[in-house]
């Protein structure tokens, strides 16, 4: 008898994913896909058009940006920084941050809700 093959929200557990292809730009809007949603943590996708952008607010949590596609700014307690494919940085909990595209871009957040 074949072995039943587990799969989770994106596809067969163990298989490698193209996160900067699982969520699609729309013009003029901000998409997101969330892949993990747990106890411990979320993990989402998102596609922001150029322009977009997420205006400040805080979460209690901490939370990781790595960016997959693209440029955008990222302003945490005031400091602005901008990040481009292959970067990340670190959103601590509780700190005012906000999320500005500089062009289509698409970003990764991982939140650690411990």
Same mark, same amino acid.
């Given at each position: 008898?074949?072995?039943?093959?587990r799969? @989770?929200?994106?596809?067969?557990?163990? !298989?490698?994913?193209?996160?900067? @292809?699982?969520?699609?730009? $729309?013009? @003029?809007?901000?998409?997101?896909? !969330?892949?993990?949603? &747990?106890?411990?943590g !979320?993990?989402?996708?998102?596609?922001?058009?150029?322009? $977009?952008?997420?205006?400040?607010?805080?979460?209690?949590?901490?939370?990781?940006v790595v960016v997959l596609?693209?440029?955008?700014e990222?302003?945490?307690?005031g &400091?602005?920084?901008?990040l &481009?494919?292959?970067?990340?940085?670190?959103?601590?909990?509780?700190?005012p941050?906000?999320?500005?595209?500089? @062009?289509?871009?698409?970003?990764a957040?991982?939140?650690?809700?411990?």
């Amino acid at each position: 008898m074949p072995r039943k093959e587990r799969v @989770g929200v994106a596809g067969p557990i163990g !298989t490698p994913l193209n996160l900067a @292809g699982m969520v699609a730009y $729309q013009g @003029g809007s901000i998409v997101s896909r !969330t892949l993990l949603d &747990k106890d411990a943590g !979320t993990v989402t996708l998102f596609a922001f058009a150029a322009g $977009q952008a997420l205006s400040e607010h805080t979460a209690p949590f901490d939370a990781l940006v790595v960016v997959l596609d693209g440029d955008a700014e990222v302003i945490i307690a005031g &400091k602005s920084s901008r990040l &481009k494919a292959g970067e990340g940085i670190i959103m601590p909990a509780n700190v005012p941050h906000a999320v500005r595209a500089l @062009g289509d871009f698409k970003m990764a957040l991982v939140m650690v809700r411990g």
